[in-house]
């Protein structure tokens, strides 16, 4: 579509240490969905400047992408 | 590390709003996803103090960022400032739950963003707001919002 995506960078928290912290949270706050729970954690372990994207842009009326 | 547009777009904010020596409070979801949070958002929501001064350091703010602030719709006193990267907006003295300015900042956190200072409002603030909101868009980012929270409290607890 032409559109650039910003590459993936290394995150601050390695993948191993991320499935212990999702191991030992998930124990700890059982109702939170596991899928949402990889997302914050992951959303935790990614610092400013890393490359994240999130601001939505209306590319026509009511499409908005990101 | 490098930037992406989005991250680059706030580093370009902070520095505009240094320029202008405009004091302001990032509020909204850009607050919620500089504490971690995963969502996204059309727009970054600054709170300022209601001043003859503020309201001249915001007309400087525009011309340093390209834009020119207006009125998004009477009789909300937010005004915008619409640019390529993004939209910026700007409240005045509250944000919604009566959560003031003075309030927001004596709870707000200072972030170091790309060596710029973030005077950031704290996660339950920005919650706080968004409850009371009670827009659709806001009701929807709640859970992930509160969830984010009650992980960041546990990971700070020990053995976290």
Redesign the interface.
């Known amino acids: 579509m032409g559109r650039t995506r910003?590459p993936r960078?290394?995150a601050t928290v390695s993948a191993a240490d991320l499935v212990k912290?999702k191991l030992?949270?998930g124990r700890?706050?059982p109702d939170?969905d596991p899928g949402?729970?990889d997302?914050?954690?992951?959303?935790?372990a990614?610092?400013?400047?890393?490359?994240?994207?999130?601001?939505?842009?209306?590319i026509k009326p009511g499409v908005?992408i990101? | 590390m490098s930037a992406s547009s989005d991250e680059a777009f706030v580093l370009a904010v902070l520095d505009a709003l240094k320029e202008v020596r405009l004091e302001a409070i990032m509020v909204g979801s850009v607050a919620g996803l500089l504490q971690g949070c995963p969502v996204t958002t059309q727009d970054l929501d600054l709170l300022v103090r209601d001043t003859k001064a503020n309201r001249t350091k915001i007309r400087a703010l525009g011309r340093c960022l390209g834009g020119r602030p207006h009125l998004i719709a009477d009789p909300s006193p937010t005004l915008r400032i619409d640019l390529p990267a993004a939209t910026l907006d700007l409240l005045f003295d509250q944000i919604s739950g009566g959560l003031t300015f003075q309030a927001l900042r004596a709870r707000s956190l200072t972030l170091s963003l790309g060596g710029r200072t973030a005077r950031v409002a704290c996660l339950e603030d920005i919650i706080a707001s968004k409850e009371a909101a009670g827009r659709p868009k806001d009701l929807a980012q709640l859970p992930i919002l509160r969830d984010t929270l009650r992980v960041k409290k546990a990971l700070q607890k020990p053995g976290g």
């Open positions: 910003s960078r290394p912290q030992r949270i700890l706050l939170i949402d729970l997302l914050i954690l992951s959303g935790l990614r610092p400013f400047g890393s490359g994240r994207r999130f601001f939505l842009r209306e908005r990101f």
